[in-house]
């Protein structure tokens, strides 16, 4: 199974992790350069994306899921190929559950389930 490091800000879900999404050593790295408090300007933009590429790059990962800010996965898609790495994006479908409470009112949730990859 191919290895596929998730530069994500959430963990991945078990059915990503069974198709080889494997956490990063540096989590919060992951997260931080994702991260943004203030309208990013394009190198801060392009310093993001260089960093994840080089922080998947160090995972020893042929793929990478990505997912984010909109304005920020052009750049990290470009970042990755640099180095060599597919970047993917997990297709879900939205499972929602309605259940009756004991005080008669409905609960909703909705589930989002990992169905496959999109490569880039």
Do not use: W
């Not at 800000?9 to 494997?22: K, L």
């Amino acid at each position: 199974m191919e290895k596929i490091i998730n530069l994500t800000q959430h963990a991945c879900s078990n059915e990503q992790a069974s198709e080889g999404v494997v956490e990063p050593s540096n989590k919060k790295a992951v997260q931080a350069a994702l991260t943004f408090v203030e309208i990013p300007t394009k190198e801060t933009i392009l310093a993001s994306a260089t960093t994840l590429a080089k922080i998947a790059s160090q995972s020893g990962a042929k793929k990478a899921m990505i997912g984010g800010a909109p304005y920020l996965m052009g750049a990290l898609e470009v970042a990755l190929k640099k180095v060599g790495i597919q970047p993917v994006y997990s297709f879900s479908e939205r499972v929602s559950k309605e259940v009756v409470l004991e005080d008669g009112t409905t609960q909703k949730t909705s589930v989002f389930c990992h169905k496959g990859f999109i490569e880039v």
